[in-house]
Nanobody, 127 residues
Framework: VQLQACGGGFVQAGGSLNLSCEVSGLTFKWYAMGWFRQAPGKEREFVAIVSWNGDTTDYGDSVKGRFTISRENAKNTVYLQMKSLKPEDTAVYYC?????????????????????WGQGTLVTVSS
């Protein structure tokens, strides 16, 4: 199983960036897909999750209204559209796959819920 995240880079505060994560080695449509991030010296933080068909999403409080998660099952790819970026959004962003998401529970916000992880892509937001 491989989850290949890309799209990270350097952007000024207020700018936008789009991440993508291409998945192989599993039946993509069977999995909810999530994004997490980890800033230097901090714990990994939940960012967003999308259901297998894209109909249901959930976001971390710090990104609500600014980030949008989506997926394209035909391309085995999940996306994270990030707008109005802030310096505190600086982190390594990871995509992850969840075979049995606990919708309605805080468990979907926890690393332990997810079965497979990508290698991460770095996003740096300057002030």
């Amino acid at each position: 199983v491989q989850l290949q995240a890309c799209g990270g880079g350097f952007v000024q505060a207020g700018g936008s960036l789009n991440l993508s994560c291409e998945v192989s080695g599993l039946t993509f449509k069977w999995y909810a897909m999530g994004w997490f991030r980890q800033a230097p010296g901090k714990e990994r933080e939940f960012v967003a999750i999308v259901s297998w068909n894209g109909d249901t999403t959930d976001y971390g409080d710090s990104v609500k209204g600014r980030f949008t998660i989506s997926r394209e099952n035909a391309k085995n790819t999940v996306y994270l559209q990030m707008k109005s970026l802030k310096p505190e959004d600086t982190a390594v962003y990871y995509c992850a796959a969840d075979r049995y998401p606990s919708w309605g529970s805080s468990l979907v916000h926890m690393e332990e819920e997810y079965d497979f992880w990508g290698q991460g892509t770095l996003v740096t937001v300057s002030s």
